[in-house]
């Protein structure tokens, strides 16, 4: 079945070292999302790759960087994890960018906890 | 200013009974979409159901109905014959325009009782 996978799903890190998160995806989907998700918030978009065009969000902490290098993988480096980067991260695709008349439906997958000892 | 409000932050449904989950938004986009997303306690986010704007008919996939008032700016989620399998977090969600980026509500916990 095509779909979106993220390893690990569990992720315990100590504070300010370096972590990377990774997603891939058999959608073949153009789209590839990252979000933040705190506990009992909604997610929160990160930065988004539209083929190989970053798009960082304008709050996104430059402690967080993201990685395509090829349409299947997309990976979310934190350079310096801190307490209150404990979160889930969810990674989400896309087939095409927002168009009128179409549905741009985003597909996510399982997500990673992430824990910052 | 909030552009998703879900006023509901928790709900007991019986078994076998319908749900209706509130959800109003806020755009003056006139070229937007509304998605329905499921949040087990597992943490995947589970896509239900998408209406856009300008579609004039209430979308529908299964046992899930988008009761879409668009002149309200309301796009309330209908859960037919409740299952167990259904207990989970529940977040509207929106779309505008040309932006990538999904605008989340808070959410509304469901749990549906035996």
């Known amino acids: 079945d095509a779909m979106v996978i993220q390893n690990p799903r569990y992720q315990v890190t100590q504070f300010g070292k370096p972590v990377t998160l990774s997603c891939s995806q058999t959608?073949?989907?153009?789209?590839m999302y990252w979000y933040q998700q705190k506990s009992s918030q909604a997610p929160k978009l990160l930065f988004h790759?539209?083929?190989?065009?970053?798009?960082n969000e304008a709050d996104t902490p430059d402690n967080f960087q993201s990685r395509r290098p090829n349409t299947s993988f997309c990976f979310l480096d934190i350079r310096s994890p801190g307490l209150g980067d404990a979160a889930m991260y969810l990674c989400?695709?896309?087939?095409?960018?927002?168009?009128?008349?179409?549905?741009?439906?985003?597909?996510f997958g399982p997500g990673t906890r992430l824990t910052v000892l | 200013a909030q552009k998703i409000t879900q006023t509901q932050p928790g709900m007991f449904v019986q078994e076998k009974e319908a749900v209706t989950l509130d959800c109003t938004y806020d755009?003056?986009?006139?070229?937007?979409?509304l998605f329905w997303y499921k949040q087990p306690s597992s943490g995947e986010m589970i896509f239900l159901i998408y209406?856009?704007?300008?579609?004039?008919q209430n979308a529908t996939e299964g046992r899930y109905s988008l009761n879409f008032q668009k002149a309200r700016k309301s796009a309330n989620l209908v859960i037919s014959a409740s299952q167990l399998g259904d207990s989970a977090m529940y977040f509207c969600?929106?779309?505008?325009?040309?932006?990538?980026?999904?605008?989340f509500g808070a959410g509304t916990t469901v749990t549906v009782r035996a």
């Open positions: 209406q856009g704007s300008y579609d004039q």
């Open positions: 989400a695709t896309s087939r095409a960018p927002p168009r009128l008349g179409f549905t741009d439906t985003q597909y």
């Open positions: 959608l073949n989907h153009n789209v």
């Open positions: 790759y539209y083929d190989k065009d970053f798009n």
């Open positions: 969600a929106m779309r505008e325009g040309s932006d990538y980026k999904l605008s």
């Open positions: 755009t003056s986009d006139p070229s937007y979409g």
